[in-house]
């Protein structure tokens, strides 16, 4: 298991709501970690949309659930509120919202799109677009208790935080996978964040991390 603690965490201007305003807003150039886990099947995967819900409070921190014990994928998890896009939905925004609605309650008038990061395929078959929001901390949540067991909320700056970023690695059916982890201790217990949302929560660190575009970019970036 290795450790990242010495890599800087993200500045605390850019996790503010203007601060991941503007870096949407500038795109910054970089590139992802994380794109695709080792398949578990060879079936192609399916689109699917998940929503990493920055909520605003006075530290901001990130929407999460706890997946229920039954479910037939990521069961038990903890995960980002979202699932795989239907045919009626608009694009993978639509489905997002959807979904986070069906899962947590969340009222899409609470929600303040900024933009998506790049596709994370999964090893369990899911080719996930995670879409990056603004979450107002007046929002009301009503979990669904067949797919959500607990909602909660972690610091943004815990999981923007490379000290707080464990990696993992075993060799399983002769293929060797890798994973991260973020931890976080909370009033109730140890939340073990890691696979599919931890990677994507890395992402958004590479992605806020990365320099904004010079000519556009103003002191504070």
Known sequence: MGHDAHLPPVPA???APEGLRQHFALLAAWQPELVREPPL??????????????????????????????????SGQIALP??????????????????????VGLDPAH??????????????????????????????LS???????????????????PANHYRHAMEWSGVRREWFSMPYEDAEQTRFIWGVTAGILRNLYCFLSADLRPAQASTQA
């Open 13 to 15: 201007h850019r996790l």
């Open 41 to 74: 099947s060879v079936k192609p995967p399916v689109a699917a949309s998940v929503l990493l819900g920055v909520v605003m409070r006075a530290a901001p921190t990130v929407l999460l659930t706890l997946r229920t014990a039954h479910l037939s994928t990521h």
């Open 82 to 103: 979202g699932g795989r896009q239907d045919e009626e939905d608009a694009d993978e925004v639509a489905a997002a919202l959807r979904e986070s609605q069906e899962e």
């Open 111 to 140: 929600v303040e799109i900024l933009g998506s990061l790049p596709l994370y395929v999964t090893g369990t078959g899911f080719k996930v677009t995670p879409v990056v929001a603004l979450l107002d901390p007046s929002m009301r």
């Open 143 to 161: 979990a669904n208790p067949h797919e959500v067991a607990q909602v909660f909320e972690v610091p943004l700056a815990h999981v923007m935080n």
